[in-house]
Structures are given as structure tokens and as C-alpha cells.
């Protein structure tokens, strides 16, 4: 990426609290290391488009049975009724189209996504948009459509500790799959993962794990647009949880 390119970032937050910690009362720490990440993008990179949708703030609708029906007929063949129940999952799969960089803040809750961004994931997984199905297609009957080269970064946070890879609760973290398997789907393969731990406790072993997150989205900004040196690259904390997943 050179710094005559424009890129296009989408910046989604799903969490259910309003303002920001460390800033806000009962702020999100989501809400705070996306924020973080796009600030320090946008002064890396002030020419590059930022797209933002808080779906924790304003859910999208969970697909209903018009909306699959609407989905799943050929678009020449919809009603004015189906274009009308499919027009907000057109503008959501458009922007990930779009994007080339989508940056999600995913709380954990009950070891899932919220609600919202899973309906944000319903709805951007669209036959004939973001992936093909045929049945009468040799080998498996579907494929990705995104475009080729986007990269994922998921800023999560999570009650307890322990959710990393080999960790005593990795087998309970749905958070990162929910994400990285549906988006995998379709061809959306690069990811990047930071998360905060400890927020039930509020000692001091949340307090060290905002600071490591903060770090570990300093170093990931930086990576990303080629402005980290290489001796900060090469000690990045971040690249254990940077993965490539295949679906
Ligand atoms: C409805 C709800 C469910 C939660 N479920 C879990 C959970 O299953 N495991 C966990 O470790 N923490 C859980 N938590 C704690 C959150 O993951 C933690 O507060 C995190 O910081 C939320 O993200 P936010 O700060 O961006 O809002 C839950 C919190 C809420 C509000």
C-alpha cells in the first residue's frame, strides 16, 4: 500500500455501550480500540475513505422470511415489495464490497457476537452478491465473490480471561469464528485480532491487558500501513493472533 492509494475502511461497532472507556463511564473498551485504531489510521493515512455503521447502536433488521424468499429470487424476477426488504442489506453488502479494510469492534457476549452483528453477518452473506451457489456446479457448490485482497480486523473484548488459542477457555470463544468463518466464506481470508480481557475483574490485570491491546493496535496500524519499523514489526505481540482462515 503506498500513500498515493486511497483505501476504503469500514468501521463497524456492535457493542451495546454508548461512549468510550477510560473517556466515559461505563464506557466500551470495543468502542475505545476502534476508535483508537481509525484515529491513528486517519493520521497515517488521511486520504483514505472511512465508512462507519454502529450497529450497536442501530441494529440491523434480522432477516425475515420476505427477505429470504427476496434474497434467494433472481433480482429482475423481485417485487417492489422484495427490493423493499432487502434495500438495507444492500446498502450493508455494498459496503463491504467496498471496503478493502473492515474493522470490527466485537464484544463478547455469552461467548458469541451481539445479536446486531450477527444480523450484520445475515446480512451481507447474499447468493449473487458475496457468494455463488449452484447446485449443478462440479465440486462444491459455492463460491466466494468478494472482491480478492480485503483484510479483517477484529477488536474484541470479553468478560473473563483465558479465550486466546490453547488457552483454558479457547473452546468457549465463538466471538472470533462467528466473525472469521462466515466473512472466510466469502473471501474475506486475512485477519487480525486484538482483545481485552479482565473487564469483570476491574483490577489491575484489566488495566495491563487495555495497555497491551493499545499497543498490539498501535503496532497493527503501523503494520498494516507500512509505517511500523522493522524491529517493532518482527516483535509485533499482535501476529500470534494474526491468522489466514480458509472456509
Ligand atoms: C450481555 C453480556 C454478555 C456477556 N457475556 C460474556 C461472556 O460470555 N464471557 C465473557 O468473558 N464476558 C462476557 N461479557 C462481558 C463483556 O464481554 C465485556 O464487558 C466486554 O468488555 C464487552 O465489550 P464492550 O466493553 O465493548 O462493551 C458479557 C457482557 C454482556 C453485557
New binding site residues.
Partial sequence: MTLSDSRRILHIDA???AGL?GRDRHG????RLSRRFIDRWSALRPQDAITYRDVGSQPPAPVSGEWIAAAFSPPERRTEAQHAALAESDRLTAELVAADLVVI?A?????GVPAPLKAWIDNVVRVGLTFGFDRARSGAPYWPMLPAGKRLVILT????YG?DAGERLAAMNLVEAGLTVPLAYLGLHDTDTVA?EY??FADDRLAASIAAAETDVDRLVDGLTGSGTAANLAADRFSRASRRVSA
Fill in positions: 457493542s451495546a455501550r472507556s466500551s473498551h470495543t468502542r469492534g464484544p463478547m457476549y455469552n461467548f473484548a470479553r468478560g473473563d479465550y481485552i473487564d469483570e
